[in-house]
C-alpha cells in the first residue's frame, strides 16, 4: 500500500490559492490520487481523483508530475468555508485498498 | 453520487454493552466499508463489506468485538460489542460508487461515548 505523507498543518487567507502536496513515493501502477475533504462532524467529502498529469474540475485542481511520486491539490481563491481537513489516498480503485493519512489541516483567515 | 444515511448519528452508552450502527445506501452498491476516527485523528478503516460474504478485517480488528452484518446490496450494520471508553469514536460507513471510486460517499458518522 502506498503511504502518503503531508503537511500537518497550513494556515491561508481568504481569497488567496492554496496548494497542498502529498507525496507518496511508491505509489503503484494502478493506483489512483484522490483527495478528500472533512469539515467537524462530517464524514469525508470527495474532492477530485486523477492518474496522471492535470485534473480540474469545479471544486479544485490536482496537479500530478510524470514520476507520480507526489501530487499537488490546489484550491483556488480560498474562502473561511474551506477551512478543513484535506486528505490525500493513494490506492487501486476497487480493490479495497485505499488508507487515509493523517491530512492537512487547512486554516483560512480573515 | 450515492445518499448514505447512518442511525444513529450519536448515542452514550454504559461499558459493557453493545451499539448496532445501520447504514442504508439508496442505491445498490458492491462493497461497503466501515471506519472508526479517534477525536483529532484520521480515519482508520475497520473492515470491509460484501454482500453474501464474511467481511474482511484490518489489523487490529476482529469480528467477535466489531460483528458486520450485509444482507443485502443497499444496507449494513456494524456492532461494538462489550464496550469500554476506548471505544469512544465517530464510526463511519462509506461505500463504492457506481464507477467503482472506492469510497466515494461517507455516511455522517456515529458519534459514540462509553461511560
Known amino acids: 500500500l502506498a503511504k502518503t505523507t503531508q503537511p500537518i498543518s497550513m494556515d491561508s487567507y481568504e481569497g488567496q490559492e492554496v496548494n497542498i502536496t502529498c507525496s507518496h513515493n511508491?505509489?503503484?501502477?494502478?493506483?489512483?490520487i484522490t483527495w478528500y475533504q472533512q469539515f467537524p462532524s462530517q464524514g469525508p467529502r470527495f474532492i477530485i481523483q486523477?492518474?496522471?498529469t492535470k485534473v480540474t474540475n469545479e471544486v479544485a485542481s490536482l496537479f500530478i508530475p510524470a514520476d507520480r511520486k507526489s501530487s499537488t491539490l490546489s484550491l483556488p481563491r480560498v474562502s473561511l468555508s474551506d477551512t478543513a481537513v484535506y486528505y490525500c489516498?493513494?490506492?487501486?480503485?476497487?480493490?479495497?485498498?485505499?488508507?487515509f493519512g493523517a491530512g492537512t489541516r487547512l486554516t483560512v483567515k480573515p | 453520487s450515492a445518499v448514505i444515511s447512518q442511525k444513529p448519528s450519536r448515542d452514550i452508552c454504559q461499558r459493557g454493552t453493545s451499539l448496532t450502527i445501520q447504514c442504508q445506501v439508496d442505491?445498490?452498491?458492491?462493497?461497503m466499508f466501515w471506519y472508526r476516527q479517534q477525536p483529532g485523528q484520521s480515519l482508520t478503516l475497520i473492515a470491509t463489506?460484501?454482500?453474501?460474504?464474511?467481511?474482511?478485517?484490518e489489523s487490529g480488528f476482529v469480528i467477535d468485538k466489531f460483528p458486520i452484518s450485509r444482507p443485502n446490496l443497499t444496507f449494513s450494520t456494524l456492532t461494538v460489542s462489550n464496550m469500554s471508553p476506548e471505544d469512544s469514536s465517530i464510526y463511519l460507513c462509506?461505500?463504492?460508487?457506481?464507477?467503482?471510486?472506492?469510497?466515494?460517499?461517507f455516511g455522517s458518522g456515529t458519534r459514540l461515548t462509553v461511560v
Open positions: 462509506s461505500v463504492e460508487d457506481i464507477k467503482g471510486r472506492v469510497g466515494y460517499t
Open positions: 511508491n505509489i503503484a501502477t494502478n493506483d489512483y
Open positions: 486523477g492518474y496522471k
Open positions: 489516498l493513494v490506492g487501486d480503485i476497487g480493490n479495497n485498498d485505499m488508507r
Open positions: 442505491s445498490q452498491v458492491t462493497m
Open positions: 463489506a460484501n454482500q453474501g460474504s464474511e467481511a474482511t478485517y
